[in-house]
C-alpha cells in the first residue's frame, strides 16, 4: 500500500520560496508512475501545480510554470516542490499525488493522495 | 488552462439518483476519455471515485457512474446515502499534456 506524506514549513513570508517535500513509502518512486502536486487554497477548488516522472520528465501548470520547480530525489524516495516569489494567493493546502503513466499504462487519475499540509503566506 | 465547469451545488434525499456534470472543450474533457472524478470529506484529501471516464477503482460502490458526451462529463451517483454527502470534483487530461481541474461541485443529502 503506498504512503505519501508531504512536509515543510507551514509559513513562508511573501516574496519568499515555499518549498515542501512528498516522502513516499511503500512503493519505489522509480517504478513506472508520474508524481504531482496539487493545491488548494481555504474554501476553494483543486488546482493541479505540476507532476514529475522518475527520470526527471516534467509538466507545469502554465499559470504556474515561471515560478514552479518540482525534483525528484530517487535515493530517497521522495520528491519536491518550489514555489518562488509567493504571494496571499499562494496559501493553500498541498497535496501530493501519485499518477499512472499516461502512455504506458493507457489510464490516467491521480490515485494515492498524501494527507495534505497547509501553507500559509503571512509576514 | 481555464477550470472545467461544474454546478457549484446539487442536493437530493436519500434513496434518490443526482447527476453532476462537468464541462470543458475539445482540448479536455471532449478530446480525451481521462476525465476522472473525486470526492472530498471535509478536512480530508480527495479519493478517486470515477477514472476513464466510467471505470470504478477497486473498492467503490457501483452505485457511483461517469459518462460522457461530447465536451461534458457527468458523475451519477445512486441510492444516496447520508455518507455520500461531500465536495465534488471532475478532472481531465489536455491536449497540452496538463491536467485541469472542475470548480467543484457540493453535494447535500437532505
Known amino acids: 500500500q503506498v504512503q505519501l506524506q508531504e512536509s515543510g514549513p507551514g509559513l513562508v513570508k511573501p516574496s519568499e520560496t515555499l518549498s515542501l517535500t512528498c516522502a513516499v513509502s511503500?512503493?519505489?518512486?522509480?517504478?513506472?508512475?508520474?508524481w504531482g502536486w496539487i493545491r488548494q487554497p481555504p474554501g476553494k477548488g483543486l488546482e493541479w501545480i505540476g507532476s514529475?516522472?522518475?527520470?526527471?520528465?516534467?509538466y507545469y501548470n502554465p499559470s504556474l510554470k515561471s515560478r514552479v520547480t518540482i525534483s525528484v530525489d530517487t535515493s530517497k524516495n521522495q520528491f519536491s516542490l518550489k514555489l518562488s516569489s509567493v504571494t496571499a494567493a499562494d496559501t493553500a493546502v498541498y497535496y501530493c499525488?501519485?499518477?499512472?503513466?499516461?502512455?504506458?499504462?493507457?489510464?490516467?487519475?491521480?490515485?494515492?493522495w498524501g494527507q495534505g499540509t497547509l501553507v500559509t503566506v503571512s509576514s | 488552462q481555464s477550470a472545467l465547469t461544474q454546478p457549484a451545488s446539487v442536493s437530493g434525499s436519500p434513496g434518490q439518483s443526482i447527476t453532476i456534470s462537468c464541462t470543458g472543450t475539445?482540448?479536455?474533457?471532449?478530446?480525451?476519455?481521462?476525465v476522472s472524478w473525486y470526492q472530498q470529506h471535509p478536512g480530508k484529501a480527495p479519493k478517486v471515485k470515477i477514472y476513464d471516464v466510467s471505470k470504478r477503482p477497486s473498492g467503490v460502490s457501483n452505485r457511483f457512474s461517469g459518462s460522457k458526451s461530447g465536451n461534458t462529463a457527468s458523475l451519477t451517483i445512486s441510492g444516496l446515502q447520508a455518507e455520500d454527502e461531500a465536495d465534488y470534483y471532475c478532472?481531465?487530461?489536455?491536449?497540452?499534456?496538463?491536467?485541469?481541474f472542475g470548480g467543484g461541485t457540493k453535494l447535500t443529502v437532505v
Open positions: 475539445s482540448s479536455d474533457v471532449g478530446g480525451y476519455n481521462y
Open positions: 478532472s481531465s487530461y489536455t491536449s497540452s499534456s496538463n491536467w485541469v
Open positions: 514529475i516522472y522518475h527520470s526527471g520528465n516534467t
Open positions: 511503500g512503493y519505489s518512486i522509480s517504478s513506472g508512475f508520474y
Open positions: 499525488a501519485r499518477q499512472p503513466n499516461l502512455a504506458v499504462a493507457g489510464t490516467d487519475y491521480f490515485d494515492d
